[in-house]
């Protein structure tokens, strides 16, 4: 299992902006339920007002997926898919494809390789202007993804484009980037842990000669990728879904959010969900990065051919 091989002339900012996109895309058709049941376990235990029980109780990755086919069906893995797709179209695209064109804005010239501040500058850019363009797609994804939890068991919205709507409607346009400041510190740092580590631990083990440039390297770099940032990255994680999850008046804002947490849980409660964030991280990562490489390649390989 090799794969295509790296082309010789090196794909367009274009080809890897789309290519980004569709990778996303594949990588969450795989790990959906994953992120699923992350966000079940993030939330769960969250004081609301007025305060109730939930009569649902989900115990690990495994427990919350059986939980939720037993009570809500199927279905309920896959909720909210259609926004997860719509923001990793232009989430993914902008965060991934662009990595490579703004690392070279931020690269020296006559520099021979670049450094790590100009990759983590890099990083942190492209995951900024991600989220801004994309976080109401990530609001509705989180509300349709945690409905299943709602106390009352009913459904929030009755399609994507109704949560576009009633968000906007009943808690203004200002409700569909809400979070927008924790989502942007938590993807400039995933951004980081997976952007970099991939970039740093790819070359390292193309530079050692300790492996080639092909799919099971991409697989051990992405999969490193994946562990680094659900470590850094899980604490801005809960307070995003939490944050992102509430009705009008529960946080006043996100540092609220994150007290209330504290207080409630402890530090370990910004850790809630490690577990499934590190299962669907690393395999997202996995799945997108080696999809990324070689639709790519395949691109680049296809391009004579249409010309």
């Given at each position: ?30 790990t959906f339920p994953l992120d699923t049941a992350k966000v079940r376990l993030q939330i769960q235990g969250e004081v609301r007002i007025p305060r109730a029980i939930s009569s649902v109780e989900y115990r690990g990755v495994l427990g919350t997926l059986s939980t939720m086919v037993r009570t809500e069906g199927p ?233």
């Open positions: 299992m090799v794969g295509l091989k790296p082309p010789e002339v090196p794909p367009t900012a274009a080809t890897k902006f789309i290519s980004a996109g569709m990778a996303g895309c594949i990588a969450d058709l795989c279905r309920s893995l896959y909720s909210g898919l259609a926004a997860g797709l719509q923001r990793q179209m232009s989430f993914a695209s902008i965060r991934i494809g662009l990595y490579d064109s703004v690392k070279q804005l931020y690269t020296p010239k006559g520099a021979e390789n670049t450094g790590l501040t100009a990759r983590l500058l890099a990083g942190c850019t492209t995951g900024a202007v991600a989220v801004a363009c994309a976080q109401p797609t990530d609001v509705v994804k989180v509300r349709f993804q945690a409905s299943g939890a709602q106390l009352d068991g009913a459904r929030r919205y009755s399609s994507t484009v109704d949560a576009y709507r009633t968000i906007a409607r009943e808690e203004g346009v200002r409700g569909l980037w809400r979070g927008t400041l924790p989502n942007i510190a938590r993807n400039a740092i995933i951004n980081c842990g997976e952007l970099v580590t991939y970039d740093l631990l790819k070359d390292a083990l193309l530079q050692t000669r300790l492996m080639e440039d092909n799919v099971p390297c991409h697989f051990m770099a992405a999969f490193g990728a994946g562990f680094c940032a659900t470590v850094v990255a899980s604490p801005v994680d809960v307070v995003k879904t939490r944050y992102m999850n509430a009705g009008p008046g529960q946080y006043r804002n996100a540092l609220s959010c994150l007290l209330a947490l504290l207080m409630q849980d402890g530090l370990a409660g910004l850790y809630k969900g490690f577990i499934p964030s590190f299962l669907r991280l690393g395999s997202w990562n996995v799945v997108m990065f080696v999809s990324y490489e070689q639709l790519q390649r395949a691109a680049v390989l296809a391009r004579p051919a249409l010309a």
